[in-house]
């Protein structure tokens, strides 16, 4: 989703939530988030 989002509004991507608290901010790292989401090296 939040590629998608990105591409639409050309906006940068940077912080991701990983829970619903505003502690779970956390900077978001492009590679991390790929290799999260596809289990790549």
Do not use: C, H, R, S
């Not at 050309?10 to 990983?18: H, N, Q, S, T």
């Not at 779970?24 to 989401?37: G, R, S, T």
């Amino acid at each position: 989703m939040v590629v998608a989002i990105q591409q639409e509004l050309a906006l940068p991507v940077k912080f991701i939530g990983v829970g619903e608290q505003p502690d779970d901010l956390q900077p978001f790292d492009a590679d991390q988030f790929a290799q999260a989401l596809f289990g790549t090296a």
